[in-house]
């Protein structure tokens, strides 16, 4: 890349404006996977080397759909949908029964603003898809009623998994994008990868410094999804955003879009367009699940709460943009809103 050159890339949440010729990008490959377009960019190694860890992070990352998709009838995520509750419990992977667990784990910590198990809700206004509708108010009744983190039981000595409600239904996609950001980024940096960036959908982790130029992250503009209204300069972070402009539908001047909030069955409605949390991960996974949970949490919770949640929970970096376009964001972040 040369010096005064941009390279631009668009995604789902944020769009990356990445300007240095200190470190070019080597090989960059994207697929679908877990419903979005994942990307990988390795920056200065050899090709080989390059080479054979995309081809392993790929891997790993369709090994986790094949695991954590509820859409896939063949991934195990949908068949404990099927038979976790009524047929006594259902035995999982380790993988599976670990993902469960953080789950849980985020999902009392957040007080249910994340929640694992609002699979029946999510399936019924089918947002992102051909299905998706406003169902009536009996209906929305009947899926929060089959919702909820407390009729999941989970049994670590035996990794098993038993649902005490019929109707619940696991949905882990508020945080599996995270998972698989982290266990790509792991996979690369066994393969000796310094500089590189991950993108899953907008679930991004960025590994190393661009030779000490920082990576440049564009936030996408909630009113204008095409722009970008802020930057934030990063090095070995992970960057997650929820944002309502991702999925959705319009309806009579209303947006009806794909985060929930679990106590009214509908789109949450917490004043925010989007939640940005972002971690250094210094080289040791786990920064993209961290932060994938709790921006969904955040954009559920809304500004108070999250800005309170974070009083609690120290370095959480957060940037959160409301409905009037103001921004609220920790502080620590070299960030520049341009809009
Ligand atoms: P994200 O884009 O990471 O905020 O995740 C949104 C996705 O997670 C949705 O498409 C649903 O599959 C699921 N989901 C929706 N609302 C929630 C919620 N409140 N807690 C956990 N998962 C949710
Ligand atoms: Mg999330």
Known sequence: MKNKHFFTFFVT????????????????R??????TYCTVKI????????????KEAF??????????????PDSELFYVNENAYGNGVVAVSEELFALLYSGLFYS??????????????????GIGTENARIPSPEEIAVAVENS????????EAELSVRFLKSGLKVDLGAFAKGYAADEMQRVLIEHGVENAIIDLGGDIITIGGNNGAGWRIGLTDPQ??????????????????????ERYFMHEGKRYHHIFDRNTGYPA???????????????????????????????????????????TFQQINYILIDDGLNFTFSEGLDLEIIK
């Open 13 to 28: 949440l944020l769009l990356f404006v990445s300007c240095s010729d200190k470190t070019p990008v080597l090989l960059n």
């Open 30 to 35: 994207t697929e679908f996977a877990l419903g």
């Open 43 to 54: 920056y200065g190694m050899s090709e080989g080397k390059a080479n054979s860890a995309l």
């Open 59 to 72: 891997a790993r990352l369709s090994k986790i759909e094949s695991i954590a998709s509820a859409k896939n």
């Open 108 to 125: 009392r910590l957040t007080e249910g603003a994340f929640d694992i198990t609002l699979g029946a809700i999510v399936e019924l206004w």
């Open 148 to 155: 909820g983190y407390e009729h999941l039981l989970l049994n």
């Open 224 to 245: 204008n999804t095409g722009e970008v209204c802020a930057v934030l300069r990063v090095s070995d972070k992970a960057i997650v955003t929820s944002g309502d402009y």
């Open 269 to 311: 409605e917490s004043g925010l367009r989007s939640a940005t949390v972002a971690f250094e991960h210094m080289g040791i996974h786990g920064a993209a699940i961290h932060a994938d949970a709790l921006s969904t949490a955040f954009f559920v919770m809304g500004k108070e709460k999250a800005v309170e949640f974070v009083s």
